[in-house]
């Protein structure tokens, strides 16, 4: 799990295409240094007529422009963009060890396939410049450039395979902290997820007990309401005493008073 949610997580943040948002398709470094799709990067050019100046590239990432030179098409200013080696080799890498085909389009081009550009012939020289499977016959027609560096598969696999490796190395140990750091960020979620339950399981309880001190608090009202009506009840003769006993007090007085006078 923790292997797969490394390979996930490399996928996501530098092994995907900002502009179509899927895995790398020939990854090509514009001159800010964000990459993207070959195919992508000829959507980006803004077209200007000829009276307003050259065409430009308008990388949606950082904002800047570049221009394109009037006397260099759209194809040959992409195709000589330089190929992100650096995301090929890890896509490739990802690709060969963890079995999955989606990681990488550019990964999955066998040695055996045919050329495109000249069916019937073997793909069996690599070009470091442009990162890709080339037949004898496209090093004459596409890749002569000196910058292109054309070698067969054989010397090309043994110059990269150092790199390949030191790649996987750095991701095996990169896979081992993922475990591990996996280990302790699942031995914390067992432990929130106990509090968690232990603080729904109070709450509960607390929510028994007030909810039992209420019902006697309703109880102990009715009881002293009722209690209160009894008592006067009770005492209702005898206030009724003590008003007649005020009223002929006070008659006696007034009498006491008309006699004296």
Known sequence: ??????????????????????????PRRVSCQ??????????????SPASR????????????EVLIPAD??????????????????????LSRHN???????????????????????????????HAQLICAKCIDDFHHEPHCRCRSLIEARRELQPRVDRVLQRLHSELNEAELEAAKDQSF???????????TNLEQ???????????????????VERLNREYILNRKDFFTVVHSLLESTSHLESLNQAYNR
């Open 1 to 26: 799990m923790a292997a797969h949610s490394v390979v996930r997580s490399l996928t996501d943040e530098y092994l995907t295409c900002r502009i179509c948002l899927q895995a790398f398709d020939r």
């Open 34 to 47: 964000h990459s993207f799709c070959t195919d992508c990067i000829r959507q980006l050019v803004t077209k």
């Open 53 to 64: 100046g050259p065409d430009k590239l308008l990388c949606p990432l950082c904002r800047s």
């Open 72 to 93: 260099v098409s759209l194809d040959d200013f992409v195709c000589n963009l330089p190929i992100d080696s650096l995301i090929v080799d890890l896509q490739t890498t």
């Open 99 to 129: 079995r999955n085909p989606e990681i990488s389009r550019t990964a999955n081009v066998n040695s055996n396939d045919s050329c495109k550009a000249h069916p019937g012939r073997q793909l069996g020289h690599y070009c470091f410049h």
């Open 189 to 199: 979620e067992n432990s929130k997820q106990k509090t968690l339950d232990d603080i």
């Open 205 to 223: 309880r607390l929510e028994k007990i007030f909810e039992s001190c209420r019902r006697q608090i309703s109880v102990l009202r009715s009881d």
